[in-house]
């Protein structure tokens, strides 16, 4: 049987902004979440989320052989509803489940978000991206993963 405290916490992955604890804190309202570093595979990292701006907000597609690391938080599922309204649930993402693989091997199932509406060639803000270069390198993800997320090209605003 299982303890019903269990029942009442998710493994949440976040790829994006939200690898940053301090805005994912915020946004939730507590403070010193339990974390691990995980990875999903056959997806990537992209910005094709429309931003009101024109720029792009994270999100993943699945494509084979490609990694998508990113940080997996211990969250209730009342905190997991508060992310969804600051995500835009239904609207601009929705969630579904998907299998991490951690630092260890083992693999747990996961919630997360993926855009509903996707544009090509979009690039993020340089602010947007410092949240998750600073929660990539907090949590120690993968040098050369966290290279790759600071050499990511940005939109300047005013660009066609």
Same mark, same amino acid.
């Given at each position: 049987?299982?303890?019903?405290?269990?029942?009442?916490?998710?493994?949440?992955?976040?790829?994006?902004?939200?690898?940053?604890?301090?805005?994912?804190?915020?946004?939730?309202?507590?403070?010193?979440?339990?974390?691990?570093?995980?990875?999903?595979?056959?997806?990537?990292?992209?910005?094709?989320?429309?931003?009101?701006?024109?720029?792009?907000?994270?999100?993943?597609?699945?494509?084979?052989?490609?990694?998508?690391? =990113? &940080?997996?938080?211990?969250? !209730? +599922? $009342?905190?997991? /509803?508060?992310?969804?309204?600051?995500? =835009? &649930?239904?609207?601009?993402? !929705? +969630? $579904?489940?998907? /299998?991490?693989?951690?630092?260890?091997?083992?693999?747990?199932?996961?919630? !997360?978000?993926?855009?509903? /509406?996707?544009?090509?060639?979009?690039?993020?803000?340089?602010?947007?991206?410092?949240?998750?270069?600073?929660?990539?390198?907090?949590?120690?993800?993968?040098?050369?993963?966290?290279?790759?997320?600071?050499?990511?090209?940005?939109?300047?605003?005013?660009?066609?």
């Amino acid at each position: 049987m299982k303890d019903n405290n269990e029942e009442q916490f998710v493994w949440y992955f976040a790829y994006g902004s939200n690898m940053d604890s301090k805005r994912l804190e915020c946004r939730i309202s507590r403070q010193n979440l339990e974390w691990k570093v995980g990875f999903i595979q056959d997806y990537q990292l992209t910005f094709d989320k429309l931003a009101n701006d024109g720029s792009g907000y994270a999100n993943i597609q699945p494509c084979q052989g490609e990694v998508v690391y =990113g &940080v997996l938080y211990r969250l !209730t +599922r $009342k905190e997991l /509803k508060k992310l969804d309204r600051c995500e =835009g &649930v239904p609207s601009h993402y !929705t +969630r $579904k489940t998907v /299998k991490v693989r951690m630092e260890d091997g083992s693999i747990v199932e996961a919630e !997360t978000y993926f855009a509903c /509406k996707t544009k090509k060639g979009l690039k993020p803000r340089r602010d947007y991206l410092q949240h998750l270069v600073y929660g990539a390198e907090k949590h120690k993800l993968p040098d050369e993963y966290v290279e790759k997320l600071r050499k990511t090209p940005t939109f300047e605003g005013g660009e066609c």
